[in-house]
């Protein structure tokens, strides 16, 4: 017996992200069956930042669409990077990262991962202590 492929249409629901940040609930396992990525949607509120992390096993691509974001990312969070609407930006499996929105406009992006379960991956790191004081006045989460 052949087996029955079917096409998912997912109307999207919204989920605080275990490393902060507002996520339009996309493409997953859990919400069309993914076998191998996700695709969400991700708002940053000006002002806040995401917690420390990387995704276990499973790489990252993120197109910005609106405002900009800064990462900190690799070891110790010792690289930075502006990121500005338009701009596509790839995170290679199991590499720390930290996004930062310290402008006055919301970051919205897109976001695909190579981890269907999305939020199963995820490891939270700690944030080093020459950012903790920088990065201070920013809120973790939504805002």
Known sequence: MEDHKQCTVVRTGQYEGIQGGLFGAGISAQSAGAKALCLHRLVMPAGTRGRPHLHEGHESAI?????????????????????????????????????????????????ARTDPDEQEGVRLLELPDRLAARLAPLTVGVG
């Not at 110790?76 to 990262?97: K, N, R, S, W």
């Open 63 to 111: 197109f910005i669409q609106s405002g900009q974001v800064e990462v900190w990312h690799g070891e110790g969070l010792a690289e930075h990077v502006v990121l500005h609407a338009g701009d596509y930006f790839h995170i290679p499996a199991d590499t720390p990262h930290m996004p930062v929105n310290s402008s006055d406009e919301d970051m919205v992006c897109l976001v």
